[in-house]
């Protein structure tokens, strides 16, 4: 059975960071590409892309670890809208076209 479990979010002043993990399980972790998107409170859906989003540009960072299939994003000098449920998803394939699995979701609050 696939499973994809967030955690590491939680409160953060203005500045801090945060490392959020995706620990994937029941599939070849390195052969699917791995995203995440995160949800603001009251808005829409946002794939969290570094060449995508320029608003985490420099600021995030998403890597993988294969040898423990985990997925990571690193988020630095956070910021008050950066404040969304984040989501890991599971991709179709090596490239992804669509989203075909997700987590439950880490919340990330910003706040001072």
Wanted: positive net charge.
């Amino acid at each position: 059975e696939v499973q994809l479990v967030e955690s590491g979010g939680g409160l953060v002043q203005p500045g801090g960071s945060l490392r959020l993990s995706c620990a994937a399980s029941g599939f070849t972790f390195s052969r699917y590409g791995m995203n995440w998107v995160r949800q603001a409170p009251g808005k829409g859906l946002e794939w969290v892309s570094i060449s995508a989003l320029d608003s985490v540009r420099g600021r995030f960072t998403i890597s993988r670890d294969n040898a423990k299939s985990t997925l990571y994003l690193q988020m630095n000098d956070l910021k008050p809208e950066d404040t969304a449920v984040y989501y890991c998803a599971k991709g179709n394939g090596p490239i992804t076209r669509y989203l075909e699995i997700w987590g439950q979701g880490t919340l990330v609050t910003v706040s001072s």
